[in-house]
C-alpha cells in the first residue's frame, strides 16, 4: 500500500506528496532558475561578443591549424559557463531555501516540503546533498529521467536523490 512504507497517512496533511504535484513544484523552481540563466547570458554575451571577432567568418576551409576558431564557439563556450554557473545558484538556492525554510519557492506554492524520512526537517548538508545529487543526476543521460521518475513507482514516492538523501516529501498544510 502506498505510503505504508514511511508510516504516512494515504491522503491530506502530511501524506505522501503526488508526483504530479512535486514535478509542478520543480517546473515553478526551474521558470525562476531559467531567469537567472537568460540575466547572466544577457550579460555576459554583450561583454564577450566584440572580443570574439566575426560569428561565421568567410575564410577558406584549408586555412590549416593555426586558423582561429568562429566567434561562435565562444559564444557557445560563454553560454556553456552561464549554463554551470545556473546549476550551482540552482544547488545554492534549493539548498539554502531548504535548510532555512524548509522548502522551495516551487514547493511553497505547491504546498509540499521534504523532509527526513523520521519526520525531521531536511538541514545543513543534506540539504546541500539532496540539491547536488538531483543536479548531478540531470546532466547524467539516462539518469536523468530516472531519477525523477522512480517516485512513480517507489512506495515512499521517493525520487532516487529523495533515497541517497533519506528524505521524502509530504503535503504540507500550512501552505
Known amino acids: 500500500m502506498e505510503g505504508r512504507g514511511a508510516g504516512r497517512p494515504q491522503s491530506g496533511p502530511t501524506a505522501l506528496a503526488e508526483p504530479g504535484r512535486r ?3 520543480r517546473l515553478v523552481d526551474g ?3 531559467l531567469g537567472v540563466l537568460g540575466v547572466l547570458c544577457g550579460i555576459t554575451i554583450p561583454i564577450v561578443a566584440p572580443h570574439v571577432g566575426p560569428l561565421f567568418p568567410n575564410t577558406p576551409a584549408d586555412n590549416g591549424p593555426n586558423a582561429p576558431p568562429p566567434g561562435i564557439f565562444w559564444i557557445f563556450v560563454v553560454v556553456f559557463g552561464c549554463i ?23 514547493k511553497a506554492w505547491l504546498r509540499i516540503r521534504p523532509l527526513r524520512v523520521d519526520g525531521s526537517p531536511v538541514s545543513g548538508w543534506r540539504a546541500v546533498g539532496r540539491s547536488a545529487l538531483g543536479v548531478a543526476a540531470g546532466l547524467m543521460s ?10 512513480l513507482w517507489d512506495d515512499r514516492r521517493q525520487c532516487l536523490h529523495d533515497k541517497v ?3 521524502i516529501v509530504v503535503n504540507d498544510p500550512r501552505g
Do not use: K, M, N
Open 23 to 25: 514535478l509542478v513544484a
Open 31 to 33: 521558470l525562476l532558475l
Open 84 to 106: 554551470v554557473v545556473t546549476q550551482l545558484v540552482s544547488i545554492a538556492y534549493e539548498s539554502f531555501a531548504t535548510a532555512h525554510y524548509g522548502r522551495t519557492f516551487g
Open 142 to 151: 539516462w539518469i536523468g529521467l530516472l531519477d525523477p521518475l522512480w517516485c
Open 165 to 167: 538523501a533519506d528524505t
